[in-house]
């Protein structure tokens, strides 16, 4: 009923036929979807550097302990940007 002598359709069932080809379409599409892994590195080196800043920020303050003279602060900041940058740089959403 839609299709004209020539073979065209004539406008009617256009969305039906839309829906149809949508439904069997099997072909494999590409998502632009970001992995979690990357948000992951990008909210560890900021805490990374954050902790860091504190830890220069502090570092003539602190009390005279043996913890205290590891400076923990400055070795976490330096250990948490680094494995936010290996997981940043693994998961950069690159074109393909």
């Not at 002598?5 to 069997?24: L, S, V, Y």
Request: no cysteine.
């Amino acid at each position: 009923m839609g299709e004209t002598p020539t073979g065209k359709t004539n406008g009617h069932d256009i969305p039906a036929a839309r829906k149809e080809a949508e439904i069997m379409d099997v072909t494999r599409h590409k998502h632009n979807m970001l992995p979690v892994w990357f948000f992951i590195g990008v909210i560890l080196v900021i805490y990374g550097i954050l902790i860091f800043a504190t830890g220069i920020f502090e570092y003539n303050d602190l009390p005279d302990t043996v913890l205290a003279e590891l400076h923990a602060p400055i070795w976490w900041g330096i250990l948490l940007s680094v494995v936010g940058a290996i997981f940043v740089q693994k998961h950069y959403p690159h074109k393909r």
